[in-house]
């Protein structure tokens, strides 16, 4: 079975620009989340996606953050603009369970770096 | 909401055992998780435990859950030099919500 696609690998720009990020879950896998992880510390989610539909976006920063799972695959979470803050490895992950009795299966992130 | 606290660091000696702590706030966890993280990856699922159960094991892992004190531990058997990385706890409420909380998790270093 192939894992969770994430691209970029990695991804350097500078603080005000924009900046995508693209993410194919495990086929099959309804439920699609976006998780934050600044170095040192645990992953935070971002957002829930249960099909093409959002589940939680309570810690999502709205005023620059977005993202969309248009067809209930693939997913893209952009920032616009891009704060110092915001350098964060942004990891992707999809369930098939939603009650997430199967653990989640974790890309393996794209590191960005805002100077 | 849920705070998940392990301490930062472990160190141990190959072959032997590394038990790993995690506390958790929320009584209402339902499913609680062990991943590993290697330098450059992505989070790998090692092992969870439903909050009905006190104990699992899989090979050389051991989970032991206290309910009553929000207690979760991971237990290596055997340690190799290859189970060098950061351990992440991490709690879901169930319920509706799905969410993860993680802690920051604790590097293990295994000396040879």
């Known amino acids: 079975e192939a894992g969770v696609a994430q691209s970029p690998r990695y991804k350097i720009i500078e603080k005000r620009q924009s900046v995508a990020f693209w993410c194919n879950p495990i086929?099959?896998?309804?439920?699609l989340y976006w998780y934050q992880q600044i170095l040192g510390q645990g992953p935070k989610l971002l957002i829930q996606?249960?099909?093409?539909?959002?589940?939680?976006d309570s810690q999502l920063p709205k005023d620059r953050f977005s993202a969309e799972r248009l067809k209930g695959v693939d997913s893209t979470l952009k920032i616009q603009p891009a704060k110092l803050e915001d350098s964060a490895v942004y990891l992707c992950?999809?369930?098939?369970?939603?009650?997430?009795?199967?653990?989640?299966?974790f890309g393996s992130g794209t590191r960005l770096t805002v100077v | 909401g849920e705070d998940v606290e392990q301490s930062l660091f472990l160190s141990v000696r190959e072959g032997d055992s590394s038990v790993i702590n995690c506390t958790y706030t929320?009584?209402?966890?339902?499913?609680l998780y062990w991943y590993k993280q290697e330098p450059g990856a992505g989070l790998q699922l090692l092992t969870y435990?439903?909050?009905?159960?006190d104990m699992k094991q899989d090979q050389r892992l051991t989970v032991l859950l206290n309910k009553k004190d929000k207690h979760l531990s991971l237990r290596i058997a055997d340690t190799q030099t290859g189970d060098s990385a950061i351990y992440f706890c991490?709690?879901?409420?169930?319920?509706?919500?799905?969410?993860?909380?993680f802690g920051k998790g604790t590097k293990l270093s295994v000396i040879p």
């Open positions: 086929s099959g896998h309804a439920t």
């Open positions: 929320d009584s209402s966890s339902t499913y």
């Open positions: 991490a709690a879901s409420p169930g319920a509706g919500s799905y969410q993860l909380t």
């Open positions: 435990i439903f909050s009905n159960m």
């Open positions: 996606f249960q099909n093409n539909g959002v589940v939680d």
């Open positions: 992950a999809s369930s098939l369970d939603p009650g997430g009795g199967d653990g989640y299966t």
